[in-house]
């Protein structure tokens, strides 16, 4: 997949003193390309008055659709050729309890997928504050698949094992008999509520049933993957202000499911069975027996979508770059809250 921005270096620290400064180069930078926003002087008085007095101040509805989707453009996983006004902006600040983010998560899901025409969409939830933490998402994606570890054995996405075992202690233990695409539930964290799980609606879930253009026998093998790629334990950082939750989806590269889920040993590890239905030579790697099962994953999730009338990506040139952090708005790893 293109580059994801998941950076562990942040901005400075954003105290009374200097969290003005990096409002200021926001609000400059958002006036510049918003001339009718209203009278740029007045916004950075008002801005540094409410700084002054709480420690921190509120975008206006403008600026934080205008943040968030900078930020979108710059994630790598936005498409290129969308439109400006195509990547959608949920106002959710007013939303801090751990069952109303799963609900609005669900929601964020369905409008991502309705009619199988994925959009690129932005949910941004309460902010942090100098009194109180925002709430956090602690999934990586909002649909994720459970890993269950048995022995030696592994059930669904060995990628999940470790998160799907954290989630067990949580009181969440999956179905009764267990599959490979059991979708985990949505861990929220809150300042007052602590860590909860919720689970996720399967019927909130645009679900792709794979198979192959040439081998029927694919269809047999009984998988599927989710429709759209949601990212959910980033921040977004706007203006010296952090809203740790703030999922956001691009579109999939079909690659991303068929070389790097399907086929990779960390993940499902199913490359030695369509290795050997295909009747490749797996004696050596210098064989590229890897490469072909690879590519022929990547033809199923292709073939499997357009079927399906959901849309994925081919390549990684249908994206627009993902741009590295220079204190404009961004997603990045999560910081520890700030609670004083």
Not at 23 to 33: S, V
Not at 199 to 220: N, Q, S, T
Not at 222 to 229: C, E, G, S
Not at 230 to 257: C, E, K, M, T, W
């Amino acid at each position: 997949m293109t580059a994801l921005r998941d950076d562990t270096a942040s901005l400075p620290g954003e105290g009374r003193a200097s969290l003005f400064p990096v409002a200021e180069r926001f609000l400059r930078r958002f006036h510049e390309a918003r001339p009718k926003a209203g009278d740029l002087g007045t916004r950075l008085a008002k801005v540094r008055a409410e700084i002054a007095a709480t420690g921190t101040y509120r975008h206006t509805p403008a600026e934080l659709a205008y943040g968030a989707r900078v930020a979108l453009r710059a994630s790598g996983w936005c498409p290129d050729g969308v439109p400006w006004r195509g990547l959608l902006v949920r106002d959710l600040r007013g939303v801090r309890d751990a069952a109303d983010v799963a609900a609005e998560c669900a929601r964020h899901l369905r409008m991502a997928t309705g009619g199988g025409t994925v959009r690129p969409l932005v949910s941004v939830f309460a902010p942090d504050t100098p009194w109180r933490p925002g709430p956090r998402i602690r999934n990586d994606q909002l649909v994720r698949y459970a890993g269950y570890a048995d022995g030696g054995t592994v059930t669904g996405d060995r990628r999940l094992v470790e998160f799907t075992t954290r989630v067990a202690r949580l009181g969440w233990y999956g179905p009764a008999e267990r599959g490979r695409f059991d979708l985990l539930p949505l861990v929220v964290e809150t300042g007052h509520e602590g860590v909860t799980a919720h689970p996720v609606p399967r019927a909130a879930v645009l679900e792709v049933p794979i198979a192959h253009p040439e081998h029927a026998w694919f269809a047999g093998m009984a998988l599927r993957w989710h429709a759209v790629p949601v990212i959910s334990n980033l921040r977004l950082h706007i203006g010296g202000i952090d809203y740790p939750a703030a999922p956001f989806n691009g579109v999939y590269l079909a690659r991303s499911i068929g070389e790097e889920a399907f086929a990779a040993d960390r993940a499902y590890g199913l490359a030695p069975v369509v290795a050997q239905r295909l009747g490749l030579d797996t004696s050596s790697d210098r064989t590229l027996w890897r490469e072909r099962v690879a590519h022929e994953f990547t033809r199923a999730v292709v073939h499997s979508f357009d079927r399906a009338g959901v849309t994925v990506q081919h390549s990684p040139e249908a994206y627009l770059p993902a741009v590295e952090p220079t204190g404009g708005p961004a997603f990045l790893r999560q910081a520890q809250a700030r609670v004083r």
